[in-house]
């Protein structure tokens, strides 16, 4: 080595320019490159290009759609909105690991969040605040820890012991105790909302039993199934809640599989590509048809819609801010917005009958109610002869002099009131119950809405049970059933009590 690149020269004149070589090892960069965040970052960098854009979307449109739904005004049921939302974001978070640690490919573990965020029922449970909404993340939680690798055998053991132990107080628990009534009205609100997830959640699941990965999941969810079928169950939202990422999971799962073996070049299982081609075939036309069923499912989540899951036997803590109290009894009656039906413009105000809702009395709401019985009626009388002036409806001679005598529940007016403000509709009938004699007739027969029959039409009837399950408390839990001479609403047992103001004998 010249030695003019390590001392002066022999002239005196100024050291050389060289410059010295680089070292042999690099240093790690310093900044968050060089931290352990960092370099997680890096190396899950493609699925997180996959999922953050999803889960970005979905935290806007679950606020956007609780806004609309309750307005920020409604403290009472807003304030539980926030930690519904967190917790499904932290769902579809652990289903996104729990997914890739099955070994889904990201374009089928993107598909499943899709079904995960953005299907009706989906919409539905992650804005509608409940205690299982904290029970999901847990399970899926436990999921991942059962299935790390190496094997943590006491782990394991301790994940699976506490899966078991929330699927028994936040699912069957529920399932099994909520049998007071039949399941009917209950599993067909929930597949009025979404009957392409329900119909492949399910076929997914018996499928999966043939496949080793998901066989677990598959027999959980069938057993979930099951006891929501039996007879005389009911359907709470809360195994809903916890049947959802289920159901996704064994939907993106099935199809994965049935992709590969369709598409397999081993010919020697010529019978399972057969399986998988028509499986493929049966989800692909399920989405096809059952694409329309859907527009009402989302219809329903527009402005009007309670915040609340249509299963009967819904979490207390949604239905908090919704029911009446004490105090001033709610105006969400004469509330507009309340009154978007499936595919028509809200209410306008004046369309229903201007009621000024008073203060209640701290007193029994039996005896309120026999005390002012002839108050109520009369305010019930004067409500009908106002409705039944309105152009936009028609009635039979029947139907007109039952209004008018004030024999209509309260809540059948107001409903009415506000969806003829942007429809027109015939009742044919308001039926009474053979067993409820004396009581105000709770049911709604409409014959026709805009000109159009509603006998035998799927789709006035969508829309009808649209409108009514969107309503909020205390018009809110109304069924809707076809029959042969139209659409019949049917109103829960037990009139709200002075939703209008006492006339007359009152």
């Known amino acids: 080595m010249d030695s003019s690149t390590l001392v002066e020269g022999s002239s005196g004149g100024p050291p050389s320019t060289v410059a010295p070589r680089r070292p042999v090892i690099d240093t790690p960069p310093a900044g968050a490159a060089g931290t352990p965040a960092g370099r997680w970052a890096r190396r899950h960098l493609a699925s997180i290009c996959w999922f953050v854009p999803l889960l970005v979307v979905s935290i806007g449109v679950e606020v956007v759609i609780v806004q609309a739904r309750v307005g920020v005004n409604d403290a009472s049921v807003f304030t539980g909105a926030p930690s519904a939302i967190f917790f499904a974001s932290l769902s579809a978070v652990l289903l996104w690991m729990l997914a890739r640690r099955l070994r889904f490919s990201r374009p089928i573990a993107a598909a499943m969040l899709l079904l995960f965020l953005f299907s009706p029922i989906s919409l539905v449970v992650h804005t509608t605040p409940a205690l299982q909404n904290l029970a999901v993340p847990l399970l899926l939680a436990g999921a991942i820890v059962a299935l790390r690798r190496p094997v943590n055998r006491r782990l394991r053991m301790i994940a699976l012991a506490a899966i078991g132990v929330v699927l028994v107080l936040a699912v069957v628990f529920p399932l099994v105790s909520a049998g007071n009534g039949s399941s009917e009205p209950a599993l067909a609100r929930w597949w009025n909302l979404d009957p392409a997830l329900l119909i492949l959640g399910t076929g997914c ?25 039996r007879p005389g169950a009911d359907l ?72 609340g899951a249509p299963g009967g036997s819904a979490d207390p803590a949604a239905a908090a801010g919704a029911a009446p109290g004490a105090g001033a009894q709610p105006t969400t009656a004469a509330d507009p917005s309340a009154g978007a039906s499936a595919g028509t413009a809200p209410a306008a105000a004046a369309a229903a009958p201007v009621l000024t809702p008073v ?33 936009a409806l028609s009635l039979t001679v029947g139907a007109a002099a039952e209004l008018r005598a ?77 029959t042969d001479e139209g659409v019949l609403v049917i109103f829960p047992f037990g009139e709200p009590v002075e939703l209008l103001p006492a006339t007359g004998g009152g």
Do not use: H
Request: proline share 6%; hydrophobic share 55%.
């Open 205 to 229: 699941s018996a499928a999966a039993l043939a496949l080793k990965q998901l066989r677990p999941f598959g027999a959980v969810s069938l057993v979930f199934i099951l006891l929501a079928l």
């Open 236 to 307: 709470p939202s809360s195994s809903v809640v916890v049947w959802l990422p289920l159901a996704v999971l064994l939907v993106a799962g099935v199809v994965q599989e049935a992709v590969q073996s369709a598409f397999d070049s081993d010919f020697t299982a010529l019978w399972q590509e057969i399986a998988a081609g028509v499986l493929l075939v049966a989800t692909v036309g399920v989405f096809i048809f059952a694409a329309p069923a859907l527009a009402p499912g989302y219809r329903s989540l527009l402005p009007g819609a309670p915040l």
């Open 359 to 391: 203060p209640s009395a701290s007193v029994d709401p039996a005896a309120a109610a026999e005390s002012a019985s002839a108050g109520q009626s009369a305010a019930r009388a004067s409500a009908g002869a106002e409705l039944s002036r309105n152009p």
């Open 406 to 482: 004030g024999d209509v529940d309260v809540r059948s007016i107001l409903s009415l009131g506000q969806l003829l403000a942007s429809t027109d509709v015939a009742v044919a009938d308001f039926p009474a119950l053979d067993a409820e004699t004396g009581e105000p007739r709770r049911q709604i027969l409409i014959s026709s809405v805009d000109g159009t029959d509603a006998s035998g039409d799927e789709r006035i009837r969508k829309e009808i049970a649209a409108y009514f399950l969107g309503l909020n408390a205390p018009l809110a839990g109304a069924s809707v059933v076809g």
